[in-house]
């Protein structure tokens, strides 16, 4: 069974930074993309920022400039960097993988997303 652990939130003051770390374990399958969410209070979870097997990063607008995604494959461990961060910063974040898994020898495969439980980061002055 696959399990993702988060770690690294925490309480920060405007302008601070944090780094959060996603730990998984028990895969059996080729993890493709991983990726951090957030969710605040009252709001809909969103995709901050995610990372290809190949290296290539995607990251919200709001976070451009300011959050560093990066994995190391060998450790099966996702970071996130978050500098300056601001108040809409705040809710939890999540890590989530995607594991590949190929079925047969033509190649078919199918594709499942795991999900932590989350790290509670909360900017506030």
């Not at 770390?21 to 605040?40: D, F, H, K, L, P």
């Not at 976070?63 to 978050?82: E, H, P, Q, W």
């Amino acid at each position: 069974q696959v399990q993702l652990v988060e770690s690294g939130g925490g309480l920060v003051q405007p302008g601070g930074s944090l780094t959060l770390s996603c730990v998984i374990s028990g895969s059996r399958g080729r993890i493709n993309t991983m990726g951090w969410y957030r969710q605040a209070p009252g709001k809909e979870r969103e995709l901050v920022a995610d990372i290809t097997s190949g290296g290539s990063t995607n990251y919200a607008d709001s976070v451009k400039g300011r959050f560093t995604i990066s994995r190391d494959n060998a450790a099966n461990t996702l970071y996130l960097v978050m500098n300056n961060l601001k108040l809409q910063d705040t809710g939890v974040y999540y890590c989530k993988v995607d594991v590949r898994t190929i079925v047969n020898v033509e190649g078919a495969y199918y594709d499942r997303d795991y999900w932590g439980k989350g790290t509670l980061v909360t900017v506030s002055s």
